[in-house]
């Protein structure tokens, strides 16, 4: 997973560190960084006249190497500072700057914008006067880039500080932050790029990578390519959309356990009534259900509370969503399920945890010892074990009915191709994003399944 770790600025601190004790000079882990961030500012701007907004740390640092290395290529580049540096690589990298240094309050705009205010080390939110004057330029501005963070966003959870304008490149040193990926800060940037300056990272809390998908081989056969039960309630279309998914994600076989007769298709999905506690207790006694699905569509009320019963006795391998979140205890989850809760069933289920989306999923797992899909515009699907990956950038179209019905059926499917619930989880949760990507504008839960096999050809 090179090139995918996410680090906290304590870890990316501890990583900078360990390079430091390598014998690398700081001065020169700043020089890379501001190299790296030079040649792409360079690509993006077609030499325009460029402002670079340098501020008192190392952040600031790498601002001013940006304005040293543009320049001498020719670009017509200013400085604005926010004070004097106060960092040794900064007071170096601020010595090499021969050029003049605007202050922040008085600098006229420029096409291009250069952040380098705060990166990692912002303590708080910008003080009013200086997100006033951030913001007012990038208003002037044609193309706005950051240098490592948008200066006001919280590097850890993602938050905005104080105000933010909208980004058009922002450049990651050494690894991602959480904020590179996480709401809102990741709503701020149009484009997110790594630039890698040579800095070893513990890749446990990564970017979702595109997965690698195997086809089936020729001793693949129904069951062996993985059985998915999908336990029916009172609204039967989230049923239906979850097996649909389960089966073009990968399922061999798809079984819906529903509560009234229905002939609603596709007809390779087997469809039986299974009412009653005996009829569905007997339906899951079948060793080959390799992944059972439970909460769409389930309900709320004592018969709802009932079948999910039987369905945790079933002893099957889980996946739970929607209703059986709500009517579950977080306590009660069995180890090894996979949950995909959006932020309401995520509340109710574990309550007001603190800490980033991340910090929040991870220990949600730990606590019911099964992977956590945390949902939305961000997705993190966490690890008990301590690894989580998280997705962005997924089409804000999925904000309609039955998407999350579409995505459990999708976990369901990967978990009975592969038996790995993390591996599911990540799979499912890309293949759900990708859907989305090209089922384009304006979709309904029912357009997306049609779009998963395409998504899975891609990635085979
Ligand atoms: N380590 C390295 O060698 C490398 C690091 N790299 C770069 O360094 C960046 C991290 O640098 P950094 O740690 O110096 O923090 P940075 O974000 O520049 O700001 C800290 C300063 O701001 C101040 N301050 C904070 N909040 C404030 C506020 N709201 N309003 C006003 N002031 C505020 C704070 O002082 P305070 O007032 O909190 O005492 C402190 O003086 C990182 O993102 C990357 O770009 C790369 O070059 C690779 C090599
Ligand atoms: N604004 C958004 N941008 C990207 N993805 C979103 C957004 N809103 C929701 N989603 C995704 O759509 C799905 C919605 O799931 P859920 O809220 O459970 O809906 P439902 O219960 O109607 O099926 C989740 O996979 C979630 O990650
Ligand atoms: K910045």
Same mark, same amino acid.
């Given at each position: 997973m090179a090139g995918s770790a996410i680090l906290t600025a304590d870890a990316m601190r501890a990583a900078e560190q360990?390079?430091?004790?390598? @014998?690398?000079?700081?001065?020169? #882990?700043?020089?890379?960084? =501001?190299?790296?961030a030079a040649e792409l500012i360079w690509r993006a701007s077609c =030499?325009?006249?460029? *402002?670079? *907004?340098? @501020?008192?740390?190392?952040?600031?640092?790498?601002?001013?190497?940006?304005?040293?290395?543009? /320049?001498?290529?020719?670009?017509p580049v200013r400085v604005a500072a926010m004070g004097e540096s106060?960092?040794?690589?900064?007071?170096?990298?601020?010595?090499?700057?021969?050029?003049?240094?605007?202050?922040?309050?008085?600098?006229?705009? /420029?096409?291009? #914008?250069?952040?380098?205010?705060? @990166?990692?080390?912002?303590?708080?939110? !910008?003080d009013d006067d200086v997100a006033g004057r951030l913001c007012a330029l990038a208003e002037r501005a044609t193309h706005i880039h950051a240098i490592d963070l948008p200066s006001g966003v919280a590097t850890d959870s993602g938050a905005l500080l104080s105000p933010v304008p909208d980004y058009d490149l922002c450049i990651a040193l050494g690894a991602w932050k959480p904020a590179h990926w996480l709401q809102p800060a990741a709503g701020t940037v149009r484009q997110a790029v790594l630039a890698d300056i040579g800095i070893a990272c513990d890749d446990r809390v990564h970017a979702l990578m595109p997965p690698r998908l195997k086809a089936p081989g020729a001793d693949a056969h129904k069951y062996r390519r993985g059985l998915v039960a999908v336990v029916g309630g009172a609204m039967a279309g989230a049923g239906r959309l979850a097996s649909r998914a389960a089966a073009v994600g990968g399922a061999?076989?798809?079984?819906? !356990?529903?509560?009234?007769?229905?002939?609603?298709?596709?007809?390779? &999905?087997?469809?039986?009534?299974? /009412?009653?506690?005996?009829? #569905?207790? @007997? /339906? *899951?006694?079948? +060793?080959? &259900?390799?992944?059972? *699905?439970?909460?769409? =569509?389930?309900?709320?009320?004592?018969?709802?509370?009932? +079948?999910?019963? &039987?369905?945790?006795?079933?002893?099957?391998?889980?996946? #739970?969503d929607a209703d059986a979140l709500m009517l579950l205890d977080a306590d009660a989850v069995p180890p090894g399920s996979v949950l995909t809760p959006h932020d309401g069933e995520f509340a109710a289920l574990f309550g007001d945890l603190p800490g980033s989306k991340i910090d929040r999923a991870?220990?949600?797992?730990?606590?019911?010892?099964?992977?956590?899909?945390?949902?939305?515009?961000?997705?993190?699907?966490?690890?008990?074990? =301590?690894?989580?990956?998280?997705?962005?950038g997924a089409s804000h179209w999925l904000s309609t009915?039955?998407?999350?019905?579409?995505?459990?059926?999708?976990?369901?499917?990967?978990?009975?191709?592969?038996?790995?619930p993390f591996r599911a989880a990540c799979e499912a949760v890309w293949l759900h994003g990708e859907a989305a990507r090209l089922a384009g504008?304006?979709? &309904?839960?029912?357009g997306l399944i049609g779009c998963i096999a395409p998504a899975i050809a891609g990635r085979l």
């Amino acid at each position: 997973m090179a090139g995918s770790a996410i680090l906290t600025a304590d870890a990316m601190r501890a990583a900078e560190q360990a390079v430091f004790d390598a @014998g690398v000079e700081p001065y020169a #882990l700043m020089e890379r960084a =501001g190299t790296a961030a030079a040649e792409l500012i360079w690509r993006a701007s077609c =030499g325009r006249d460029m *402002l670079v *907004l340098c @501020g008192p740390g190392n952040n600031g640092g790498d601002g001013y190497v940006v304005a040293r290395l543009l /320049a001498a290529r020719g670009v017509p580049v200013r400085v604005a500072a926010m004070g004097e540096s106060r960092t040794e690589s900064g007071i170096q990298a601020r010595s090499l700057w021969t050029g003049s240094v605007e202050a922040l309050a008085d600098a006229r705009p /420029a096409s291009v #914008l250069v952040d380098a205010l705060f @990166g990692t080390g912002l303590a708080r939110g !910008l003080d009013d006067d200086v997100a006033g004057r951030l913001c007012a330029l990038a208003e002037r501005a044609t193309h706005i880039h950051a240098i490592d963070l948008p200066s006001g966003v919280a590097t850890d959870s993602g938050a905005l500080l104080s105000p933010v304008p909208d980004y058009d490149l922002c450049i990651a040193l050494g690894a991602w932050k959480p904020a590179h990926w996480l709401q809102p800060a990741a709503g701020t940037v149009r484009q997110a790029v790594l630039a890698d300056i040579g800095i070893a990272c513990d890749d446990r809390v990564h970017a979702l990578m595109p997965p690698r998908l195997k086809a089936p081989g020729a001793d693949a056969h129904k069951y062996r390519r993985g059985l998915v039960a999908v336990v029916g309630g009172a609204m039967a279309g989230a049923g239906r959309l979850a097996s649909r998914a389960a089966a073009v994600g990968g399922a061999g076989y798809v079984r819906r !356990l529903a509560m009234e007769a229905d002939h609603a298709g596709p007809d390779a &999905i087997v469809a039986s009534v299974a /009412a009653t506690p005996d009829r #569905l207790a @007997g /339906a *899951l006694d079948d +060793r080959r &259900i390799a992944a059972l *699905l439970v909460g769409p =569509g389930l309900g709320r009320d004592d018969a709802a509370r009932a +079948r999910m019963g &039987i369905a945790l006795a079933a002893r099957r391998p889980l996946v #739970l969503d929607a209703d059986a979140l709500m009517l579950l205890d977080a306590d009660a989850v069995p180890p090894g399920s996979v949950l995909t809760p959006h932020d309401g069933e995520f509340a109710a289920l574990f309550g007001d945890l603190p800490g980033s989306k991340i910090d929040r999923a991870l220990a949600a797992a730990r606590r019911c010892g099964s992977v956590v899909v945390a949902k939305g515009a961000d997705s993190v699907i966490a690890a008990p074990d =301590g690894r989580a990956a998280v997705a962005r950038g997924a089409s804000h179209w999925l904000s309609t009915a039955g998407t999350g019905d579409v995505l459990a059926g999708l976990v369901a499917g990967r978990l009975a191709v592969t038996g790995d619930p993390f591996r599911a989880a990540c799979e499912a949760v890309w293949l759900h994003g990708e859907a989305a990507r090209l089922a384009g504008a304006a979709f &309904i839960a029912d357009g997306l399944i049609g779009c998963i096999a395409p998504a899975i050809a891609g990635r085979l």
